[in-house]
């Protein structure tokens, strides 16, 4: 990260930092504990982009020791972050091994906001579950996180028809039934008014609405917690979590309020 024989000594008797570095931390062990982060020659707390990488580079796999407590320093710094809607988040694996980078955290807390309003609106204790399980496994489990973003969708989906009274198969599949829910909430393409500009809009909308479930469904299969994996399964980074919980739990939203909506009207 520093080229520390590129910069320049403190200490007229070596050629540059690396020298420094070695004499009075190495030789004789004189310097302050935490001399890094005052030495203006890396400054570290002086730009932005250098200490976003010195973060970053502490957790690198090729540098952490995974023997160590490195992940409660993980949560303390996440909780530092967290004053700047910043937070270490899993991106991808080198040969296995997470690999963190500090990315905004504004759609997470949008995720978790509309989630908790997902327990309050459903008020039941099998979605409350559902959804602090998804929650809590998007950086720890994303897999596990992926198949209950699914199972939250069919939750919802099963517990708006029973309040319109509406039949359908226990064992329906997953993309007919969101499908049939969408239909009993009037959320067709086919009920749209084709004729306006709005009308075409909303078809369009609510066409690619539709066709989300499906896409669910494979990704859940495929990398989900629904079905035995080999021992050469490799769980998506976390991102990729966060993109179905967000989905999920938006369409689940909308389709909550749209019941709320047409029960108002009975």
């Keep these: 990260m520093f080229e520390l024989n590129e910069l320049p000594t403190n200490d007229g008797r070596y050629k540059n930092m690396k020298e420094d570095i070695q004499q009075h931390t190495v030789n004789n062990n ?21 200490l976003t990488s010195f973060i970053e580079q502490i957790f690198h ?15 303390k710094i996440n909780k530092v972050l967290d004053h700047d809607n910043l937070k270490l988040s899993e991106q991808e694996k080198v040969s296995g091994r997470t690999v963190y980078k500090i990315i905004p955290t504004n759609n997470s807390k949008i995720i978790t906001n509309y989630s908790e309003q997902i ?27 992926i198949g209950k973003s699914k199972e939250l ?71 989900g917690d629904g079905h035995g994996k080999t021992k ?11 993109l179905a919980v967000g989905t999920s739990t938006t369409i689940v939203y909308f389709l909550w309020e749209t019941y709320q909506e047409k029960k108002s009207d009975f």
């Design 153 to 223: 969708l069919e939750s919802c989906a099963k517990t708006i028809l029973d309040e319109l009274g509406a039949d359908y198969d226990e064992k329906m599949d997953f993309s007919p039934l969101l499908k049939l829910v969408m239909k009993e909430l009037g959320l067709s393409s086919n009920t749209q008014d084709k004729e306006t500009p709005a009308g075409k809009i909303a078809v369009k909308i609510l066409g690619n609405l539709g066709a989300i479930p499906q896409s669910m469904a494979e990704l859940r299969n495929i990398f």
């Design 61 to 75: 796999p090729y540098y952490r020791d995974d023997k160590s407590k490195w992940e409660e320093y993980l949560d």
């Design 232 to 242: 050469t399964f490799v769980s998506l980074p976390a991102r990729y979590a966060r």
């Design 119 to 145: 327990k309050i609106k459903f008020s039941t204790a099998y979605i409350d579950s559902q959804v602090s399980i998804m929650m809590d496994n998007i950086e720890k489990n994303p897999n596990i996180a």
């Design 30 to 50: 004189d310097w302050e504990p935490y001399w890094a982060f005052s030495d203006e020659r890396l400054n570290i707390f002086g730009d932005t982009e250098v």
